[in-house]
């Protein structure tokens, strides 16, 4: 949806002193906020410590900042998700981006977006020919994406076909990364960005035709756990490990998920079959 990532990287700017209760900053401590944030839009909730490493700043400092954009409403505190089995000791304390927070990043992109959708859906008439409408475009676009990264899929190991989609995915905003997971044997996508999570809310067919996209370009079914757009932190995905001579984990298809779409939004029948299409695995959330 947007390939302006200059306009994006950067975080709306800091509000004067005085403006909604908030107390002046110097432009060092407000450059300095910004790393906080894009640090953890870019790696998901993070810790006071993980913030420190990552930015070359003490753990006494990162705080000072974190409190200042909770109070912002930019950030919000919760319990650090852990990945296997928890140690001792209270969970330290993970650091979110708000939907405040992530509309710093996303600005008036997404209204654009939904009014967009909302034409094209009141275009086709409303009801199951507007929602099949906006589908199709979903599709269209998801396999429009789907050819870039393919690009940089081919070639690649089918056992680290995933990460190399997790970094096509970055590069178009997305901060993505991967992560294996041992029960079930698999891997999960985690984007910890959605630079259309607002669009997304409204018309989860955004997510429905990524998600298609993912399963053709990995060559495996994949299964939605999360998104942004439906109020979790991360939008993650799980991509089975492929069985021993099974199928999975072959040459990645070429996707073809925009055509169905685009080909028969044009009929009743179609464009019912369309519109109430449900992803395999797909998180109702």
């Not at 852990?82 to 927070?101: E, I, M, W, Y």
């Not at 996303?106 to 094209?120: G, N």
């Not at 998104?227 to 799980?238: E, L």
């Amino acid at each position: 949806m947007k390939n302006r990532n200059e306009q994006r990287d950067a975080p709306a700017a800091p509000r004067a002193a005085g403006e909604a209760g908030l107390s002046p900053v110097t432009d060092e401590q407000s450059g300095t906020r910004q790393r906080v944030v894009r640090s953890i839009r870019d790696h998901g909730p993070s810790t006071a410590a993980e913030l420190a490493d990552r930015l070359g700043l003490t753990q006494a400092a990162v705080r000072r900042h974190l409190d200042a954009l909770a109070a912002d409403g930019l950030v919000e505190p919760g319990e650090k998700r852990v990945r296997g089995s928890r140690g001792r000791g209270r969970p330290a304390k993970a650091f979110a981006l708000t939907d405040c927070g992530r509309d710093a990043f996303d600005q008036a992109y997404d209204e654009l977006a939904v009014e967009a959708l909302r034409w094209i859906e009141r275009a086709a008439g409303g009801g199951e020919p507007g929602a099949a409408a906006v589908l199709a475009f979903a599709r269209a676009r998801a396999a429009g994406q789907a050819e870039q990264y393919r690009a940089l899929l081919e070639g690649v190991a089918p056992g680290e076909r995933v990460a190399a989609l997790a970094e096509a995915l970055s590069t178009q905003g997305f901060a993505a990364a991967a992560h294996a997971v041992k029960a079930p044997a698999g891997e999960q996508l985690c984007q910890h960005h959605c630079p259309v999570a607002h669009a997304a809310a409204r018309y989860p067919q955004l997510c429905d035709a990524e998600t298609e996209v993912f399963s053709a370009l990995l060559g495996s079914h994949v299964q939605r756990l999360a998104t942004i757009a439906h109020g979790a932190d991360v939008c993650t995905t799980f991509v089975p490990r492929a069985a021993p001579g099974g199928t999975d984990g072959g040459t990645a298809p070429r996707s073809t998920a925009a055509q169905p779409a685009a080909q028969t939004v044009g009929t009743a029948g179609a464009q019912k079959t369309t519109a109430t299409a449900r992803i395999a695995g797909r998180n109702p959330a």
